[in-house]
C-alpha cells in the first residue's frame, strides 16, 4: 500500500484502455488506479509491450480511457511535458531553435524565449552547443535536447517514455545522473517508464510494477535508498532482487 508522500499531483482512477477492431478487442491497460505526488520521481516498470507507453499517453491527453478518469488536481492537464524514446528533435533546426520552438509557437517574445531556452540549454549541459544541427549530436546530446525543450514551457508533470532506452550502457548512466540533477534542481513531478529494473532503483522515489498485457499494478515499491545512489551498495542489491522477483520481465 502507498504512504502518503504529500500532495497528489495526479489521480487515475480505475483507468482501462482497449483498442477496437473488426475481429477482436485488445485489451491494454486493466483498471489501474494511481496517486502521483507534487514533485516525486515516478516509475512504470514493466515488460515490453505491456501497456506502460499507452498509460503515458493517457495521462498526457494523446490517448482517451476507455474507462476512468485522469485528473489533475490543480485542474491543468496541458501543463505536460513528453520526453519521447527516440530522440524527437527536428534536424534542419539548430539546437537553440529546437529549444525554444514550444515557445515560439507560443508566441512569446523573442528575447524573452531565447533568454529562457538558454537557460535550459546550460542546464542540460549543451552550453556552446547552441547552433549545431542534430547530426552533429551523439545519442545522449539528443535526448538533451528533448529534455530541454520538454521543460521549456515550465511543465509541472514531466513524462519521460524509456528515454534512454537506445543508448549505450555508458551514455544511458551519464544520462540517468543528468536527469536527477535536473530533477533535483528544476524539481517537477516526473513520471519515467522503463523496463531495465536498475534504471527503475536508481532513478525512483516509487516504482510501480506493471504486469504483461493487459497493465496491471502488481506491486508499488517505495525506495528509500539514499541518493546519489551506487549500483553495487548491497541494500541497491536486494531491493533490485527483490523487484526482480515480483516482475514479469525476462532477464
Do not use: H
Amino acid at each position: 500500500m502507498d504512504e502518503q508522500l504529500g500532495t497528489i499531483k495526479v489521480k487515475l482512477r480505475n483507468i482501462s484502455k482497449s483498442f477496437y477492431s473488426r475481429k477482436e478487442v485488445f485489451e491494454a491497460v486493466d483498471n489501474i488506479s494511481i496517486d502521483v505526488y507534487e514533485n516525486e520521481f515516478l516509475v512504470l516498470l514493466g515488460p515490453g509491450q505491456c501497456g506502460k507507453t499507452v498509460l503515458l499517453n493517457m495521462i498526457s491527453g494523446l490517448e482517451s480511457p476507455t474507462e476512468g478518469t485522469v485528473q489533475f488536481t490543480d485542474n491543468n492537464a496541458t501543463d505536460v511535458g513528453f520526453v519521447f524514446q527516440k530522440t524527437a528533435v527536428f534536424p534542419w533546426k539548430t539546437v537553440m531553435e529546437n529549444v525554444e520552438l514550444p515557445l515560439e509557437l507560443k508566441k512569446e517574445d523573442k528575447t524573452e524565449r531565447r533568454k529562457r531556452a538558454q537557460y535550459l540549454i546550460d542546464l542540460v549541459g549543451l552550453n556552446g552547443f547552441e547552433n549545431s544541427l542534430p547530426k552533429q549530436l551523439s545519442g545522449g546530446m539528443k535526448q538533451r535536447v528533448g529534455i530541454a525543450r520538454a521543460y521549456a514551457n515550465n511543465p509541472q508533470v514531466l513524462l519521460m517514455d524509456e528515454p534512454f532506452g537506445a543508448l549505450d550502457a555508458q551514455t544511458r548512466y551519464q544520462m540517468e545522473e543528468e536527469v536527477l540533477r535536473i530533477w533535483e534542481q528544476e524539481k517537477r513531478t516526473v513520471i519515467f517508464v522503463t523496463n531495465n529494473i536498475e534504471e527503475a532503483v536508481y532513478l525512483a522515489d516509487r516504482v510501480i510494477v506493471l504486469s504483461s498485457c493487459p497493465a496491471k499494478v502488481k506491486e508499488i515499491y517505495n525506495i528509500k535508498l539514499q541518493r546519489p545512489r551506487d549500483y553495487v551498495n548491497q541494500d541497491f542489491l536486494r531491493l533490485r532482487e527483490a523487484i526482480e522477483k515480483n516482475t514479469d520481465l525476462a532477464l
